[in-house]
């Protein structure tokens, strides 16, 4: 397996536009995680995803943060309009029901000037 | 309650030295214990993880001692090499939200990670 797969792998982007990051789990994984890591707050959960519905969003900090899963292979995070201070790594993760384990992905590192 | 305490924050062994990270939590419903490690540039991997059933869980050089009346759990790296160097995160998988989804892959709690550099 190809593990998961996230896209961009870097983003550099000016303040106010809109970014997409692109996130493909491990096929047959029916949780998706979107996380933030930064240095002042570590590993921080976004939201996550259980059978495509979003299970618990509480971690999205403002209404610019929107995520969808329109399906079981495929989801995104968006940022409309981006500012400097959501520069950061933004990993996507995926686990079943069977093996609680999170798998992640090697991360999108975010710089927004 | 949702919280995992996390500590040192960072942490210098030598060469074959113990490596110990501690971890505590309030919330008795906690289930499950996992410890990732992250090294540069990549995802967090699992490491090891164990049940609040169990006291203590070896895997090679990599031991969890789980203390549950003191609801606190640590990581121990025998024999510690400059491999090890990484950061390690402690966690603990939340309770089901109320009338939420409640299966095995819940979110999980994370601590702040603690930053091991072993010297040759």
């Known amino acids: 397996d190809a593990g998961v797969i996230q896209s961009p792998r870097h983003e550099v982007t000016e303040m106010g536009q809109e970014v997409t990051l692109r996130c493909k789990p491990i096929s047959g994984h029916n949780s998706l995680f979107w996380y933030r890591q930064t240095m002042m707050r570590g590993l921080e959960l976004l939201i996550y995803?259980?059978?495509?519905?979003?299970?618990?969003d509480s971690g999205m900090p403002e209404d610019r943060f929107s995520a969808k899963m329109p399906n079981a292979s495929f989801s995104t995070l968006k940022i409309q309009p981006s500012e400097p201070r959501d520069s950061a790594v933004y990993f996507c993760?995926?686990?079943?029901?069977?093996?609680?384990?999170?798998?992640f992905g090697p991360g999108t590192r975010l710089t927004v000037t | 309650q949702q919280q995992v305490k996390q500590s040192p924050q960072s942490l210098i062994v030598q060469k074959g030295g113990i490596s110990i990270i501690n971890c505590a939590y309030e919330n008795t419903a906690f289930d499950y214990f996992p410890w990732y490690q992250q090294f540069p540039g990549k995802g967090p991997a699992l490491l090891i993880a164990?049940?609040?059933d169990v006291s203590e869980k070896k895997e090679g050089r990599f031991t969890i001692s789980f203390n549950k009346s003191a609801k606190q759990f640590s990581l121990h790296i025998m024999d510690s090499q400059p491999g090890d160097s990484a950061t390690y995160f402690c966690?603990?998988?939340?309770?089901?939200?109320?009338?939420?989804?409640?299966?095995?892959?819940?979110?999980?709690?994370w601590g702040l990670g603690t930053s091991l550099a072993v010297n040759p």
């Open positions: 995803f259980n059978n495509n519905v979003p299970i618990d």
């Open positions: 164990i049940r609040p």
């Open positions: 993760a995926s686990s079943s029901t069977q093996h609680y384990e999170q798998y």
């Open positions: 966690a603990a998988r939340s309770t089901p939200l109320l009338g939420r989804y409640a299966g095995n892959n819940r979110k999980l709690i």
